[in-house]
């Protein structure tokens, strides 16, 4: 089998044990299967690059090209509300992080390696581990969607955490109460990123891909961050949707911008 047809393949090598573990981080403790007509994203599909046009900075999020199936912002109050954060980091360079981003260093949160970076965020960490607090740019939403897939791996966390991360809207009020009826799982077991990929950018919405290895093959989900009364807040799925999709299978990183303090 080609390498191309390896990775169009959604029950390739390792794909059910990628989504099962991913599914337990990503998807606040709801078990996805996929089977049937609820098939993986091929990856040639899911990965497309990022245009001039769509880097591009917009006046209104919710005008700013989207990655193809993703819901657009709910709250009135996802605009640009300034350029610097809550807590005070400058927006900075806007330009896409092509490149090995600079980190001051790498922490532990959740059991998942985080970067942190006193130009990019976190600004700000409470006192339950959660992390939040990123410069209004793109290398700030990569920062941020870092941080979010350690936010969610700690599933007795996850109603706070998801109150927190999520941009307000019905979605996640829809989310909210999926997970409030949900038992938490006792799998300590969780991903690390090894890469990430800007899939769509604008000055208030961005979308990356993030790279976990899982077995022998890398898993990716896509996460949209949309800027939210000075902070990067994690677009919520529509309501049944999986956290994080559509997932692909990659047989390595060369799509990615490798980057993990591991």
């Not at 794909?15 to 599914?23: E, R």
């Not at 909210?176 to 890469?195: H, I």
């Not at 950018?201 to 899982?214: C, I, K, S, W």
């Amino acid at each position: 089998m080609s390498k191309d047809q390896d990775e169009k393949s959604p029950y390739g090598a390792g794909f059910i044990a990628a989504c099962i573990v991913v599914g337990a981080v990503l998807i606040c403790g709801v078990v996805i299967i996929f089977a049937g007509g609820h098939d993986a994203t091929p990856a040639s599909a899911a990965a497309q690059p990022v245009t001039a046009s769509s880097a591009q900075p917009t006046d209104d999020p919710a005008s700013a090209p989207a990655t193809s199936g993703a819901p657009a912002p709910e709250s009135s109050g996802a605009g640009s509300q300034g350029r610097t954060s809550v807590c005070g980091l400058p927006a900075g360079d806007q330009a896409l992080p092509s490149a090995v981003p600079t980190a001051d260093g790498w922490d532990v949160s959740r059991r998942v390696i985080v970067p942190r970076s006193s130009t990019y965020g976190p600004g700000k960490t409470d006192t339950d581990g959660f992390r939040h607090c990123f410069a209004h740019s793109p290398t700030g939403a990569v920062y941020a969607a870092y941080n979010a897939i350690a936010a969610i791996a700690d599933q007795s966390k996850l109603v706070p955490t998801v109150k927190k991360l999520m941009v307000p809207g019905t979605a996640t009020d829809s989310l909210l109460r999926q997970v409030a009826t949900t038992e938490p799982s006792g799998d300590p077991s969780t991903v690390q990123v090894a890469g990430y990929r800007i899939i769509d950018a604008g000055q208030d919405r961005v979308t990356v891909m993030l790279a976990m290895p899982v077995e022998s093959v890398y898993m990716s989900a896509n996460l949209t961050l949309v800027w939210h009364h000075g902070d990067w807040r994690l677009q919520p799925p529509p309501p049944g949707e999986p956290v994080g999709a559509p997932f692909s299978q990659h047989r390595d990183l060369g799509d990615f911008v490798k980057w993990s303090g591991i």
